[in-house]
């Protein structure tokens, strides 16, 4: 898969870099004591930091694992976050060198110290931890306020790409898991939709290709709106593209995320996007029309904030490196400032007969005993349901006809389609049934 950031090898590939952070440990150490440090144990040091700028060159190993390069500084920081994943006991070293410390972490003053910079250089890194620096910015790092003597950790996607686990991290917070084989071939929708489908793939599996080497502007996400009634396979599409990708694909419940205290909110989704941040997994939000409706007037304060947690969520929606899709059932209730910020908008149609066929073909169960009269074509054409409801009909005609050891008939069928229509909590008129209004079981008109 042509995909960027290019996939990371493992800690030991840098292992220049925590042998020179050993060294200088060392150094310092030494150096309080007041010992010094000997003509042949710099030499050594310089033929470290040679193995080390290596690493760092342009092209090299940690650009090809990061997708882009970072400074001397930078760099130098990064090393000093991600040692005591790849070398625990330097972990410990940090942690005896900083009085009274509980962890293993470098903070900024101690890095400041092991890399012996002066005044200018402490200023540059203070700037390279600032948060419009390109490790915050990049999500490489997380700083704790600005205190010089918190300590600087990695993000946790990057470490799980480093030690090659990725799907050994929980889900992202206020997400779940949707597990369903889905594939194109399952996928009954015009030529149309699959090609859009097929063109926001693009946008994911030809990034390097366009960014990288052709140097084209390089954006969040990509980001896609798939828009249409319940049912139309909104979420079944979402999972053919993570299941093609060999990603997972998780849909996040906002209602888990948005809280009522001022704050909240934002914290709550910066928590999801750093830890879904260049993971392999695929985002869904349900309901976008909740979220980026038309903004109305602002009345009072908590409507200024609504408009902040939008406008907060957009932009770490359009700044996270990985796929989010936004599914909605009313497209027209969006603001079309939104709208034009997506990569794919995808309209999603109530199937036609042709297609509703085909469904009733896929989704009754392969090896279930048919009566003679049931055909997927005439059921295609009696009723107007959306795929998720044939699904549904399907499984319960299914279940019915096994209850009684029997064919699944159009009886049954009836029956299914009947509850299905039902769930809207209406009276149901006959001729919504269509040819199925005829083998309607008897104590089922007495319920409507």
Known sequence: MNAAPVE?????????????????VWCLSRGRRGESVTDAEIGRLRELQGQVDALRSPGGMWESTLGFGLGPMEYDVLACALVPEAEPRL?????????????????????????????????MLRTALGP????????????????????????????????????????????????????????????????MLKEFMLWIEQRS??????????????????AGP????????????????????????????????????EENLNHLFDAAHGQSMVLQFDEADALFSKRGEVKEARDRYANMEVSHLLTRIEAHDGPCILTTNLRKQLDSAFTRRFQMVVEFTRPDATARAELWRRLLPPRAPLAPEVDPETLGNAVALTGGAIRNAALHAAYLAAGRNQSIALAHLAHAVFRELSKDGREIALQELGMLAAHLPAELLDEN
Do not use: M
């Open 91 to 123: 972990g410990w070293a940090f942690q005896g060198l900083q009085a009274g410390s509980s962890h293993p972490w470098a903070s900024r003053s101690l890095i400041q110290e092991l890399l012996a910079l002066d005044s200018g250089q402490a200023e």
């Open 8 to 24: 990371a090898p493992s800690l030991a590939t840098f292992d220049a870099e925590w042998q020179r952070l050993d060294f200088l």
């Open 132 to 195: 419009g620096g390109a490790l915050r910015r990049r999500r490489l790092v997380r700083v704790e306020h600005e205190d010089p003597y918190r300590p600087i950790t990695p993000e946790p996607w990057l470490v799980a790409r480093l030690v090659g686990r990725p799907q050994d991290l929980p889900p992202p917070p206020g997400a779940t898991l949707v597990d369903q084989p889905a594939t194109w071939a399952d996928l009954i929708l015009s030529r149309g939709r699959l090609a």
């Open 209 to 226: 290709t366009v960014v990288e080497t052709w140097g084209g502007q390089r954006v969040g996400g990509p980001v896609a709106l798939f």
């Open 230 to 265: 319940s049912g139309t396979g909104k979420t079944y599409a979402a999972s053919v593209i993570a299941n093609t990708l060999g990603w997972r694909l998780y849909r996040v419940d906002l209602g888990r995320l948005v809280s009522k205290y001022i704050g909240e909110t």
